[in-house]
């Protein structure tokens, strides 16, 4: 028997296809193969076929675009094909949220598997949309920090106004941009971005722990939570998003560099075919990572040097420094709340 394979979480990219244009948008262009229909049933036997030769035993499916409800019926026909089989803790599928439908909301709940992340666009989605999202039981909102709005704080309201309107709190998390080609540079952080973003996150801080805001509570809870999270990177090369440990294909068993980049030049090879077949173009996955000067930084744990797309790499050293000390003072401060909380009597 072969030894099992050492990747945990696996990407299946669906298409490039998006209703939405949006300028800061991560996924790069010429996405012509994976916009050919694929044969969910095919692929789902050619997969698992796969894994059972690889012995390999995945714990979590994230499903992608472009916008994954423009391909919701291959999605739901291969992870029925799939989830059977490999019975994944869970599976994520990422979404605009503007073409979700009452039939994904109920196919959702009735799959509590399913976790739902809607990213959250400044919040321009109509009231009668959010009350279709609000319906799914397992879901997320995410939203970005970018040059045009470096502090959570200007979502507040919109994100209340939506929690009012659909009865409920959904968690919500911000993460920085990605400055890579398919992100207009009108978008990009700089230093002095990254600085008014944490200063921004300290008055949150504040808001959280003594006005008891829970929106405020709830970006500081997802903050910490994707700090303590990056730090499992340690040891992972070439990068965070690329290693050993993530597979990203498409329906015809190409696999790719990045999620974020459908382009065939992205393409390292096929796992149904012994061959790769389009060449691909170089990329120096480690450029930053296997440097001198990242392998001896304190953060190197948890960003294992950063994205080899970004074309912000200072930008983004600085964000991951400010993040580093910031976290470690946060946690430490949770941790002395919890001793004295067990230190107090029952009342």
């Not at 068993?253 to 077949?277: A, E, M, Q, R």
Request: a neutral charge; hydrophobic letters at 30%.
């Amino acid at each position: 028997m072969q030894n099992q394979s050492s990747f945990k979480s696996v990407n299946l990219l669906f298409g490039s296809a998006c209703n939405l244009r949006c300028g800061y948008c991560l996924q790069q262009e010429e996405g012509e193969k994976m916009n050919k229909k694929g044969d969910p049933k095919g692929f789902a036997s050619q997969f698992l076929s796969y894994l059972d030769r690889t012995n390999t035993k995945i714990t979590s499916l994230h499903y992608w675009g472009g916008e994954p409800m423009l391909y919701w019926k291959i999605i739901k026909a291969v992870y029925e094909e799939l989830q059977p089989v490999i019975q994944a803790k869970r599976n994520r599928i990422t979404t605009n949220g503007t073409l979700i439908t009452d039939e994904y909301v109920d196919f959702c709940n009735q799959h509590p598997d399913i976790f739902t992340v809607v990213s959250f666009h400044d919040g321009d989605i109509s009231p009668e949309q959010w009350k279709i999202i609000g319906r799914l039981e397992n879901f997320s909102i995410e939203a970005l920090i970018h040059h045009k709005r470096v502090s959570p704080l200007l979502l507040k309201d919109d994100y209340e106004r939506i929690c009012e309107l659909i009865g409920k709190r959904p968690p919500i998390g911000f993460d920085m941009i990605k400055a890579n080609n398919g992100c207009h540079s009108n978008y990009w952080m700089t230093h002095e971005d990254v600085i008014a973003y944490f200063q921004a996150m300290m008055g949150i801080y504040e808001l959280a722990n003594f006005e008891q805001d829970l929106f405020c509570k709830t970006v500081i809870a997802h903050f910490l939570y994707r700090y303590q999270k990056e730090l499992n990177y340690k040891g992972r090369k070439p990068n965070p998003c690329v290693n050993d440990r993530i597979l990203s294909v498409d329906l015809f068993g190409n696999t790719y560099n990045c999620h974020h980049n459908n382009s065939p030049t992205n393409i390292t090879g096929n796992i149904f075919k012994p061959y790769i077949p389009i060449k691909p173009i170089s990329f120096n996955l480690a450029k930053f990572s296997n440097t001198k000067e990242c392998q001896n930084c304190e953060t190197y744990a948890s960003c294992g040097g950063g994205c080899y797309t970004s074309n912000t790499h200072d930008a983004d050293c600085l964000y991951y420094k400010l993040r580093e000390s910031i976290a470690k003072v946060w946690l430490k401060n949770l941790e002395e709340h919890e001793r004295i909380r067990k230190l107090r009597p029952n009342l």
